[in-house]
């Protein structure tokens, strides 16, 4: 991040005071004094310049040359670019969350930091976790599954179905019933989409409102969107609230973790909302006086204040921590503490499904890709025996005392 503050600084004429980065120093880079050489790295292997984060020649087609670390001097690598991993052994770099380089019904996925021994972007091919049922697909760039032919993760004007390669895809087929054509998008069925507000996209496809619909809202005489914030005030939501052998019928409600106040609209529990400065809203809707000091945060379950960080009450594994689900520059500061996954358990939970995973073994806390150097010594490797034992090898063409041989751990097969 600092690094391109400080391009921008100079592509833009900024004033602002940046530190230039390492390779701007002509003594850890011989190319920094060529004109424009803070944009360049030099290449040993014919002693020339390049442009850094320029993919190709001198890397590899889908490499970029990148800056590195080689003691104290600033050295060239070729690196995947963001958001493209490469398979262990090889110089190709694949986009991630897709199928690549896998096979059919498999995506390429970022490995854990662990893998990256030397700073490579390395990715491995896994399937799709399952999702509850058939109407809902696997994402896995967020790994959270959504309605088939919803939006889902898509931009506007693409649904999410199953692809050609087997996984989930944002897609747009012309001879689709959810293709609108007078803007050429594909939009999920009762959702707004392309219409106008109080008119949802129908089956036929055409934007309409009728009254016998579950979305239909009375008293403005409109069609919204279920689960949105609809025709409804802040902090509310558009959703069921009866069913009925006549039919559904949907009503504005506050939302989950919300309260009514005086005021008409919800507010998120445990923030101010409307009460005044050293109130909080609590359930029922009522202001109370915020019982925490400063650097504390309120645990409802015991209706006591906590430190961030602290292991107590929560159960084994997790410790006191913000709210996340708390949206400050909406709902305004939050004084709710929730238990979370400390970092240890985590990892712990990480490595639990590492042996699930094909190719990969735990060890030392961590998960590795078998036939690296993982946690091994320099010329050695991480293999798994016939036996399930886990053990560093050395690699093909090397022999001790170039490498060494030791085993590391048992784990089921």
Not at 21 to 32: E, G, I, L, Q, S
Not at 128 to 151: H, K, N, V
Not at 391 to 399: E, F, L, V
Request: proline share 9%; glycine share 12%; hydrophobic share 25%.
């Amino acid at each position: 991040m600092a690094t391109w503050m400080w391009l921008t600084a100079l592509l833009c004429g900024s004033q602002a005071a940046v530190l230039p980065p390492p390779w701007a120093d002509v003594r850890r880079n011989p190319c920094a004094a060529h004109p424009r050489g803070w944009l360049m790295l030099y290449w040993p292997a014919d002693g020339k310049c390049y442009t850094i984060y320029k993919k190709g020649h001198p890397c590899p087609e889908t490499q970029e040359l990148s800056p590195g670390k080689w003691g104290g001097r600033t050295v060239a690598e070729c690196k995947c670019p963001p958001g493209t991993a490469q398979l262990p052994h090889t110089t190709t770099c694949h986009k991630l969350f897709e199928r690549g380089p896998c096979r059919q019904g498999e995506y390429f996925a970022p490995v854990e930091e662990s893998f990256n021994k030397r700073g490579e972007r390395q990715g491995m091919c896994v399937r799709p976790q399952q999702c509850a049922d058939e109407t809902l697909l696997y994402w896995p760039a967020d790994g959270r599954c959504y309605y088939r032919l919803s939006q889902g993760p898509c931009y506007p004007g693409s649904i999410l179905d199953v692809g050609d390669d087997g996984l989930a895809n944002c897609t747009c087929d012309p001879d689709s019933p959810n293709f609108w054509s007078v803007d050429g998008g594909c939009y999920a069925h009762f959702t707004r989409g392309p219409c106008e507000r109080g008119q949802l996209f129908l089956p036929g496809p055409r934007c309409g409102c009728e009254t016998h619909m579950p979305h239909y809202h009375n008293d403005s005489g409109g069609c919204f969107e279920l689960d949105s914030i609809g025709p409804c005030p802040r902090g509310h939501t558009f959703a069921i609230t009866e069913v009925t052998p006549q039919g559904s019928k949907a009503e504005c409600k506050c939302k989950s973790f919300h309260a009514r106040a005086l005021d008409g609209a919800c507010y998120r529990l445990y923030t101010r909302g409307p009460c005044a400065q050293d109130e909080m809203i609590a359930r029922g809707g009522r202001c109370t006086k915020v019982p925490c000091g400063r650097g504390r945060l309120y645990l409802p379950e015991r209706r006591r204040c906590y430190r961030p960080g602290a292991g107590e009450p929560c159960p084994a594994g997790s410790v006191v921590a913000f709210d996340l689900d708390a949206r400050p520059a909406l709902d305004g500061l939050s004084h709710n503490g929730v238990c979370a996954c400390s970092l240890g358990a985590c990892t712990r939970r990480e490595v639990e499904t590492c042996t699930s995973r094909k190719g990969t073994a735990a060890y030392g806390g961590a998960c590795h890709i078998l036939n690296t150097q993982g946690p091994c010594p320099d010329g050695s490797w991480l293999v798994k025996e016939s036996t399930g034992k886990i053990k560093c090898q050395c690699r093909p063409g090397r022999t001790p005392p170039e490498c060494n041989e030791t085993a590391l751990v048992e784990v089921k097969s």
